[in-house]
């Protein structure tokens, strides 16, 4: 069965720096997605960001990247020039190929943005 | 606006009442699932369904049901069999085999003990 680590539960970034959030995983499949969502105080569930494991290229969404190591099984989350609206909790998920595209959750990273 | 609609946003269940949660999707999405959520956990999995009348076990579905009559809606039972309902409940919908669909979720439904 896949599993999905995030080793840091807590963390906290000064406004207009930069942090990064890891996750590790663990799977037999070549193919495969990641995904990070966040999850602000409203409970909303937000995605973040997506990666296909069959992309090397890491993806970027406006501050968002992504450091995708594929033989490492590695998949964090940096977020450059932080804001307020950034702390939230951060998921980071792992999605199959085909099959049912149910995700697997890491238990989350509670994100603090000091202003 | 396409969406995913909960409700509703709060339910207190008493001792051997079973309830239900509703989830509505007007996204067109063939599959819909049904996620726990309890304080320092991610999100785990309790039913899924990948079509109409269809639907498995995720890894937490005991004491829990549910029914797939209309591909637009995926009710939760919480049954008095789950002797520890007490959490938040998030529903999602994907688009079953389109891989480049994330899932949308739902605003959520939390779930109390009176």
């Known amino acids: 069965a896949q599993t999905v680590t995030q080793s840091q539960p807590e963390m906290s970034v000064q406004e207009a720096e930069t942090v990064t959030l890891s996750c590790t995983y663990d799977?037999?499949?070549?193919?495969?997605?990641l995904f990070w969502y966040k999850q602000p105080p409203s409970r909303q569930m937000i995605l973040v960001i997506r990666?296909?494991?069959?992309?090397?290229q890491n993806a970027t969404e406006n501050r968002f990247s992504v450091n995708f190591q594929k033989a490492a099984k590695s998949f964090s989350l940096k977020i450059s020039d932080s804001q307020l609206g950034d702390a939230a909790m951060y998921f980071c998920?792992?999605?199959?190929?085909?099959?049912?595209?149910?995700?697997?959750f890491g238990k989350g990273t509670k994100l603090t943005v000091n202003p | 606006d396409g969406g995913i609609t909960q409700s509703p946003k709060y339910l207190f269940r008493k001792e051997g009442q079973n309830v239900t949660l509703s989830c509505e999707q007007n996204?067109?999405?063939?599959?819909m699932y049904w996620y726990r959520q309890d304080p320092g956990q991610g999100l785990r999995l309790i039913y899924y369904?990948?079509?109409?009348?269809?639907?498995q076990k995720g890894d937490i579905a005991e004491g829990y049901s549910v029914s797939r009559e209309k591909k637009e809606s995926f009710p939760l039972t919480v049954t008095s069999a789950q002797k520890n309902p007490t959490a938040f409940y998030l529903c999602?919908?994907?688009?079953?085999?389109?891989?480049?669909?994330?899932?949308?979720f739902g605003d959520g439904t939390r779930l109390s003990i009176l």
């Open positions: 998920a792992y999605g199959a190929q085909g099959g049912s595209e149910k995700l697997v």
């Open positions: 799977t037999s499949e070549s193919d495969y997605y």
């Open positions: 990666q296909e494991a069959y992309k090397q």
């Open positions: 999602a919908s994907g688009s079953y085999g389109q891989q480049n669909q994330p899932q949308h």
């Open positions: 996204l067109n999405h063939d599959a």
């Open positions: 369904s990948q079509i109409v009348n269809d639907f």
